[in-house]
């Protein structure tokens, strides 16, 4: 059997010895590393024999630390491998038989080499039995992927300050959003304008307002258009009632300007911007930098991550890493067939910004 193996600086002792035992037994064995005694990262070492596995290099894999938990994580988390940490012969085999098991990890602290081969052995002689355990199994793989779509909302970081980043994507978003002349529309369908808002209020006083209560108030106001939120008629109607003082910006109801140099005032100054970066989508802008090469970009916070759209993706400079979405692909019926990756918080010049409306801080 061609086996995948790796360890890191804790687990290198019992890995060689592993190897030693495994080879002599007919296997062949691909060594991932960790090669030297040096301290290193379980995670690094998991993955690879991880991925060597789900990629079909490898049939099954070993993997080896201190304890067997955290080199377990570091393969478990790679798409299409149950990993398990053994220290014993029973477990072994029925990770094999009942769980269908491909990575089997081990503690070079919890057992010894003599147990270790005997472990090892067992899981590799054990082949699973199917039936109702696939049943289970296909159970598993579809929490897991479920589980790995963003939900309704994120925390993320600009600096050193924590905001919270809307997903407009998730499917949880079931809340009504309807104003004539659409009925039967959601947050999900046409909220963009909604979490925008939410999201610039949060940036300039930290309060943190709910999309559906904003939706809640879009709806009274007059601010739900026929293909989403209508700014002005949203903003004009935060003004009327007051909430602009109460939520720390002052909007001059200006209606959507293109005016760049007064957009980059208004960053500048601690403000932000509604606008579009696309027509049809609207997202909220939210600080400004020059770059070393002289490029005077703005940071856009985007609750449908459109840093993917062949229309914005070319004109992204950077992205923040912790606002990576996961999101659902769903058919027209519904059925969600696959999933897709965006960043929801990117830099962008300063001259893609179109029609925005700016809010000014107080």
């Given at each position: 059997m061609k086996l995948a193996i790796s360890c890191d600086h804790r687990g290198l002792l019992l890995k060689e010895a592993l190897i030693d035992h495994l080879r002599a037994?007919?296997?062949v064995l691909i060594d991932y590393g960790t090669y030297t005694p040096d301290s290193t990262d379980y995670p690094i070492y998991g993955e690879k024999v991880g991925r060597a596995v789900a990629e079909g290099e490898c049939e099954l894999g070993i993997a080896i630390c201190g304890t067997g938990f955290g080199?377990?994580?570091?393969?478990?988390?790679?798409?299409?491998?149950?990993?398990?940490c053994c220290s014993d012969i029973y477990t072994a085999a029925f990770a094999r038989r009942h769980n269908n098991a491909n990575v089997l990890a081990m503690g070079r602290d919890v057992v010894g080499e003599k147990l270790a081969f005997m472990i090892t052995d067992t899981f590799l002689s054990s082949t699973f039995e199917g039936g109702r355990h696939s049943r289970r199994l296909e159970m598993v793989e579809r929490l897991r992927r479920t589980a790995a779509v963003t939900g309704k909302k994120i925390a993320v970081h600009v600096g050193d300050r924590e905001l919270t980043l809307y997903n407009q994507r998730s499917v949880q978003w079931t809340y009504p959003y309807e104003y004539p002349p659409c009925p039967g529309g959601t947050l999900k369908s046409s909220?963009?304008?909604?979490?925008?808002?939410?999201?610039?209020?949060?940036?300039?006083?930290?309060?943190?307002?709910?999309?559906?209560?904003?939706?809640?108030?879009?709806?009274?106001?007059?601010?739900?258009?026929?293909?989403?939120?209508?700014?002005p008629a949203l903003l004009k109607g935060v003004v009327d009632n007051g909430l602009d003082k109460q939520y720390g910006f002052r909007y001059d109801l200006e209606g959507n300007i293109n005016d760049h140099e007064r957009l980059w005032e208004c960053l500048s100054g601690g403000g932000s911007a509604l606008c579009n970066l696309r027509v049809g989508h609207i997202v909220a802008l939210v600080s400004c930098r020059v770059t070393p090469e002289g490029e005077r970009q703005v940071l856009a916070m985007d609750c449908h991550s459109e840093s993917a759209d062949e229309r914005v993706r070319d004109h992204v400079r950077e992205v923040i890493?912790?606002?990576?979405?996961?999101?659902?692909?769903?058919?027209?019926?519904?059925?969600?067939?696959?999933?897709?990756?965006?960043?929801?918080?990117?830099?962008?010049?300063?001259?893609?910004?179109?029609?925005?409306?700016l809010l000014r801080h107080l």
């Open positions: 037994e007919g296997h080199i377990s994580l570091g393969a478990g988390a790679v798409p299409g491998i149950r990993a398990v909220g963009c304008g909604v979490f925008s808002l939410c999201q610039a209020v949060e940036f300039m006083s930290g309060q943190r307002v709910t999309p559906e209560e904003m939706a809640d108030f879009s709806c009274r106001v007059g601010g739900r258009g026929d293909d989403g939120t209508d700014r890493p912790d606002s990576l979405i996961t999101y659902p692909m769903l058919n027209t019926s519904g059925l969600m067939t696959g999933s897709s990756q965006a960043y929801g918080l990117y830099w962008v010049p300063l001259e893609l910004p179109r029609d925005f409306n």
